[in-house]
C-alpha cells in the first residue's frame, strides 16, 4: 500500500387606589410575576434568545465537521483499496472492480493512465450511481438560503465550486497532480451546483504512474444538517416569538407604571392639580411597587414642606408684624411726648421689641436651616448619660434653673445613641428651659432615662399646671405662646420646642407630651431615641 496523506478538510457547511392604578382585567393573568424581580425577568429575556441561538450554531457547526471528517476517513480508506485492488490487474479485470465497487459504494471512479488521459470510467461503464442537479430545486432554495446564513455566522470560508472539465484529464484535477507528485492521496471538498458536497480522493495506481480519482456525493450529510439547521430556525424563531412577547408583558408590567408614575409626577411639578394622586401599586413587591410608593411618599413629604414653609413663613410674618408695630407707636410717640418719664416708658418699649425681634430673627434663622443642617451633619455615637450629666453642671454653674434642682435617674444600661451631639445637646436644653420656667419655685425638675433593647426614652418632667390633652400637640407647633403668668410677655419665641421635635425626628427619634405618670401636677416631655447598634 502506498504511502498516503489526508490534507485537512475544507469547512462548509387592598385600599382603593385611584382609576389610574386598578388592573385592566387582562393583566390579571400576569399577577403571579409581580414577586419576580425585574432583573430576574430582564436577564431570562434577554439571555434565553441568545442561548438557544449560540446553543444550536456551536452544534450545527461541530455536527457537520463531525460527519465531513468520517466521510474523509471513508474516502481516504476508499481511495487506498481500490488503488491496491487496481493495481496489476487485467484492463478486463480493473473495469470489473470499477463498476462492483462504485455500484456498491455509489461512487464515482476514474482511472488517468501515466500522460494524464481517462482511461476507464465507471459511469461510462455502468450507469451512474448518483446524479448532481444543476442548480438546487425551488424547494430547496430556504434550506440553501440557510446554509449561506449559517457558513457566515460560523465564519466558514468559502469552498471551491465543483464543475465538470470540458476534456477530461488529469490536470483538470489539482488532487490527481499532487498525489502523482507526492504519491499521496489526496482528498478535496468541493460545493455542488445543487448546494450538497462532493468530496473527490485521488490516489496513485500502482507504481506505472496511473492514478485514481473517487468522486462521492454525500447528500445524507447535507439533509442531516439541513435537517438540523431547520429545527434550530425553527427555535429560534420560537425563541424570537417568545422574547417578543415576553417583552410586551415587560413593557406592560414597567413601562405603563412607569407612565403612569411620570404623567403624575409632571402634573405634581407643574402644580396644576393639587390633589394629584402618585400611583402606589400596593400589590407589586418589585421595584416599580418599591419606586411608585417611595416617589408617592415622597411627594407628599413635599406637599407637607410646601405648606409648612406658607405656614412657617405667615407665623413669621405675624410674629414679626407685632413687635414691630409697638416699635413704631412708641418711635412715633417719643417725638410727641415732653414728660421725661413717659419718654423714658417709651424707649424701654421700643428697647423691649427691638431685643424681642432678635430673639425671633435668630431663632427663625436656626428654625429654618436646622434640616439643611442634619442632613449635612455624620452622626456619631453620643453618650447621653454623660451628655445629660454635663448639661445640668453647666446650667448649675451659669444659674439657669433659677434655684430649681434636676433630679436626673439613668438607666442601668450605656445610654449610646447615633446623633449629632451639639443638636442633641440643644434638645434636652430646650426642654430643662421649659420644664424650669413652668415650675413654681423650689419645686424639682426629674429626668428620667429608661433603656430597652433598641430604644431609650427620657423624660423631662415639671410641678406646673400641666398640659390639656387636647393641646399635646400645640405645644409643638412654631410660635406657640402658651406661657407661665409669671414671664415677661416676649421672652419665649415659641420656637424651642417645635425645633426639638425637629432635631428629634431628624435622629429617627420622638417628643411627645403627657401628664406626668404619678398623678401630680405638671407636664412631661418625653424624648425617645433608637439605640446606638453595637460596634462589630
Known amino acids: 500500500m502506498p504511502n498516503t496523506r489526508e490534507e485537512p478538510a475544507q469547512g462548509s457547511t387592598r385600599k382603593e387606589e385611584p382609576n389610574a392604578l386598578r388592573d385592566d382585567p387582562g393583566e390579571a393573568r400576569w399577577r403571579w410575576s409581580r414577586r419576580l424581580s425585574l432583573t430576574s425577568r430582564i436577564l431570562f429575556v434577554n439571555i434565553l434568545p441568545l442561548v438557544l441561538l449560540g446553543g444550536g450554531i456551536i452544534y450545527l457547526d461541530s455536527y457537520r465537521k463531525q460527519l465531513l471528517d468520517e466521510r474523509f476517513k471513508l474516502a481516504l480508506v476508499e481511495a487506498q483499496i481500490t488503488a491496491e485492488a487496481l493495481a496489476g490487474a487485467t ?315 434636676i433630679h436626673f435617674e439613668p438607666c442601668a444600661r450605656d445610654g449610646l445613641v447615633m446623633g449629632e451631639p451639639s443638636r442633641l445637646e440643644r434638645v434636652i436644653t430646650n426642654l430643662l428651659d421649659n420644664a424650669v420656667s413652668f415650675s413654681p419655685d423650689d419645686a424639682a425638675v426629674e429626668i428620667e432615662m429608661e433603656c430597652s433593647e433598641d430604644w431609650i426614652s427620657i423624660s423631662v418632667c415639671d410641678s406646673g399646671p400641666g398640659i390639656a390633652a387636647d393641646r399635646y400637640e400645640q405645644v409643638f407647633q412654631r410660635f406657640h405662646s402658651l406661657r407661665p403668668d409669671s414671664e415677661d410677655f416676649g421672652q419665649h419665641s415659641g420656637l424651642g420646642l417645635a425645633i426639638a421635635r425637629s432635631i428629634a425626628e431628624a435622629h429617627y427619634g420622638t417628643l411627645t407630651a403627657s401628664a406626668r405618670a404619678d398623678g401630680a401636677s405638671g407636664a412631661c416631655l418625653m424624648l425617645g431615641l433608637p439605640m446606638a447598634k453595637p460596634s462589630r
Open 91 to 405: 484492463n478486463q479485470r480493473q473495469e470489473a472492480l470499477l463498476i462492483q465497487i462504485g455500484k456498491e459504494q455509489r461512487l464515482r471512479i476514474r482511472v488517468y493512465d501515466d500522460e494524464g488521459t481517462l482511461e476507464a470510467d465507471s459511469w461510462t461503464l455502468a450507469p451512474p450511481t448518483f446524479s448532481i442537479a444543476a442548480r438546487s430545486p425551488e424547494e430547496d432554495q430556504f434550506a440553501l438560503t440557510l446554509d449561506r446564513l449559517f457558513d457566515r455566522l460560523v465564519g466558514a470560508p468559502p469552498l471551491p465550486d465543483y464543475r465538470e472539465p470540458t476534456t477530461d484529464q488529469a490536470d483538470a484535477w489539482p488532487e490527481l497532480a499532487r498525489a502523482r507528485e507526492e504519491s499521496l492521496t489526496q482528498i478535496v471538498l468541493r460545493d455542488a451546483s445543487d448546494g450538497t458536497h462532493v468530496i473527490t480522493a485521488a490516489a496513485p495506481v500502482g507504481l506505472d504512474g496511473e492514478t485514481l480519482l473517487i468522486m462521492r456525493n454525500p447528500v445524507d450529510i447535507t439533509e442531516r444538517v439541513r435537517s438540523a439547521r431547520t429545527t434550530v430556525a425553527l427555535v429560534f424563531l420560537l425563541a424570537l416569538l417568545v422574547s417578543t412577547l415576553l417583552s410586551l408583558f415587560l413593557a406592560q408590567t414597567i413601562v405603563r407604571p412607569l407612565r403612569q408614575l411620570v404623567q403624575a409626577a409632571v402634573r405634581v411639578r407643574q402644580g396644576r392639580d393639587r390633589q394629584v394622586e402618585v400611583p402606589r401599586l400596593p400589590d407589586r413587591r418589585d421595584e416599580i411597587g418599591m419606586l411608585a410608593r417611595a416617589t408617592s411618599d415622597m411627594t407628599q413629604a413635599l406637599r407637607m414642606r410646601i405648606d409648612a414653609v406658607e405656614s412657617f413663613a405667615a407665623d413669621v410674618a405675624h410674629e414679626i408684624k407685632n413687635p414691630l408695630a409697638s416699635l413704631r407707636s412708641a418711635t412715633e410717640s417719643l417725638g410727641k411726648v415732653d414728660d421725661p418719664k413717659l419718654k423714658a416708658q417709651l424707649l424701654e418699649i421700643a428697647n423691649h421689641d427691638v431685643r424681642r425681634i432678635d430673639r425671633l430673627v435668630t431663632e427663625i434663622s436656626e428654625a429654618s436651616r436646622i434640616d439643611a443642617e442634619l442632613s449635612r451633619a455624620t452622626f456619631e455615637q453620643v453618650d447621653l448619660k454623660s451628655l445629660i450629666t454635663n448639661i445640668i453642671g453647666s446650667r448649675e454653674d451659669r444659674a439657669q434653673n433659677k434655684g430649681h434642682e
